[in-house]
T-cell receptor, first 114, second 112 residues
Framework: DSGVTQTPKHLITATGQRVTLRCSPRSGDLSVYWYQQSLDQGLQFLIQYYNGEERAKGNILERFSAQQFPDLHSELNLSSLELGDSALYFC?????????????FGNGTRLTVT | EDQVTQSPEALRLQEGESSSLNCSYTVSGLRGLFWYRQDPGKGPEFLFTLYSAGEEKEKERLKATLTKKESFLHITAPKPEDSATYLCAVLDYGGSQGNLIFGKGTKLSVKP
């Protein structure tokens, strides 16, 4: 068990809808990362927060947004959903940013857009 | 552009048959190379971090090595429980904004 909790585990929704994915990092970890994993693309970095502030953006669509709250949990909001957004969404946390602090991943939310 | 390429895409071994997985990378400046294991329906699980060429790390039947252009994950006398997808990722100083770039993984199956 990595200590990172993601909810819900599964989400099925229709095109055009909006969903919110939730992540609770490991106790003591200040940095939260969101990744998308699809069969053809592998793990793609979306966005990172550190202690409530956005630190880095990757291949995140404008329809997607995230935030980290004062209690350090994070939410990833996906709107105007398209079929191609179906994927596994992983949250990871680390104590600090950098090579000495490896990422610890949750078990993901599987999003299916129909 | 930073790139991470893993080979083979899939590998089938008999129990006890040792082999190696490859991860080749192109980055402007390597801060660290990471190996993760991912089981079906689970998130990636951290295995190793390597920082510089010549470095080696071991854990049970796994041994990771690093050169200036690639890393190998050697699996000695594998068991069925070693079956998983093994992911390689790099952290660089440059355009990735300090975040991990993952390869697509090698799916390892070990038959009894």
């Amino acid at each position: 068990d990595s200590g990172v909790t993601q909810t819900p585990k599964h989400l099925i929704t229709a095109t055009g809808q909006r969903v919110t994915l939730r992540c609770s990092p490991r106790s003591g970890d200040l940095s939260v990362y969101w990744y998308q994993q699809s069969l053809d693309q592998g793990l793609q970095f979306l966005i990172q927060y550190y202690n409530g502030e956005e630190r880095a953006k990757g291949n995140i669509l404008e329809r997607f947004s995230a935030q980290q709250f004062p209690d350090l949990h994070s939410e990833l909001n996906l709107s105007s959903l398209e079929l191609g957004d179906s994927a596994l969404y992983f949250c990871a946390s680390s104590e600090i940013q950098g090579p000495n602090s490896p990422l610890h991943f949750g078990n993901g939310t599987r999003l299916t857009v129909t | 552009e930073d790139q991470v390429t893993q080979s083979p895409e899939a590998l089938r071994l008999q129990e006890g048959e040792s082999s190696s997985l490859n991860c080749s990378y192109t980055v402007s400046g390597l801060r660290g190379l990471f190996w993760y294991r991912q089981d079906p329906g689970k998130g990636p699980e951290f295995l190793f971090t390597l920082y510089s060429a010549g470095e080696e790390k071991e854990k049970e039947r796994l041994k990771a090595t690093l050169t200036k252009k690639e890393s190998f994950l050697h699996i000695t006398a594998p068991k069925p429980e070693d079956s998983a997808t093994y992911l390689c990722a790099v952290l660089d100083y440059g355009g990735s904004q300090g975040n991990l770039i993952f390869g697509k993984g090698t799916k390892l199956s070990v038959k009894p």
